[in-house]
């Protein structure tokens, strides 16, 4: 809780301060690395011609295949750029305009802290969940017991039983993902 309530204050006040540079800085890294990424492609498909002269062309064509989509994608990207500029920049104007908002706004940190609450209250319905789940057993109890306590042991014994755990395991773990 005290992580999340750090990384909050560090990331509101980064992108209050940077957010319009790092827009910018993502733009331009995105651009140069599909330059780069086409160089390299092509490069790499020049020099591994010399190295598979003997005929071997699955390399040297992958390296071309990714040099060209490389620098088709490099060339919608800069496209995008040119025709999109002025809606770009009321998005990234908008986006510092949103985290000057949530630095003034000390409100939002208590969303990472009610989540956190919230997620282990769904963690541990969940859990009681699959515990019911895997009941559908046979469950048998141990004769010795000591101090009135019993073990319990839980058997899957039919096919149907275990196919029927498993399934339904994967489609709790899938709710909690979703949840969470």
Same mark, same amino acid.
């Given at each position: 809780?005290?992580?999340?309530?750090?990384?909050?204050?560090?990331?509101?006040?980064?992108?209050?301060?940077?957010?319009?540079?790092?827009?910018? @800085?993502?733009?331009? /890294?995105?651009?140069?690395?599909?330059?780069?990424?086409?160089? @390299?492609?092509?490069?790499?498909?020049?020099?591994?011609?010399?190295?598979?002269?003997?005929? =071997?062309?699955?390399?040297? #064509?992958?390296?071309?295949?990714?040099?060209?989509?490389?620098?088709?994608?490099?060339?919608?990207? /800069?496209?995008?750029?040119?025709?999109?500029?002025? #809606?770009?920049?009321?998005?990234?104007?908008?986006?510092?305009? #949103?985290?000057?908002?949530?630095?003034?706004?000390?409100?939002?940190?208590?969303?990472? @802290?009610?989540?956190?609450?919230?997620?282990?209250?769904?963690?541990?319905?969940?859990?009681?969940? @699959?515990?019911?789940?895997?009941?559908?057993?046979?469950?048998?109890?141990?004769? =010795?017991?000591?101090?009135? /306590?019993? +073990?319990?042991?839980?058997?899957? =014994?039919?096919? +149907?039983?275990?196919?029927?755990?498993?399934?339904?395991? /994967?489609?709790?773990?899938?709710?909690?993902?979703?949840?969470?």
């Amino acid at each position: 809780m005290g992580t999340a309530f750090f990384y909050s204050l560090a990331f509101i006040y980064l992108m209050s301060a940077f957010g319009e540079i790092l827009a910018w @800085v993502m733009i331009v /890294l995105i651009q140069v690395g599909l330059i780069a990424g086409s160089a @390299v492609g092509i490069y790499a498909y020049a020099k591994s011609k010399e190295i598979f002269a003997d005929g =071997d062309t699955a390399s040297p #064509s992958i390296a071309l295949t990714l040099g060209i989509v490389l620098a088709i994608l490099s060339a919608v990207f /800069l496209c995008m750029l040119c025709f999109g500029f002025r #809606s770009l920049k009321t998005a990234i104007d908008v986006i510092d305009a #949103s985290a000057d908002f949530l630095a003034g706004t000390k409100r939002i940190i208590l969303v990472p @802290v009610l989540y956190f609450f919230v997620t282990l209250i769904v963690i541990f319905l969940w859990l009681l969940a @699959v515990a019911c789940i895997y009941s559908i057993g046979t469950i048998t109890a141990s004769p =010795d017991a000591e101090y009135g /306590l019993q +073990n319990r042991s839980v058997k899957l =014994d039919g096919k +149907n039983e275990k196919q029927f755990f498993v399934l339904s395991f /994967l489609f709790m773990l899938f709710g909690l993902f979703w949840i969470c």
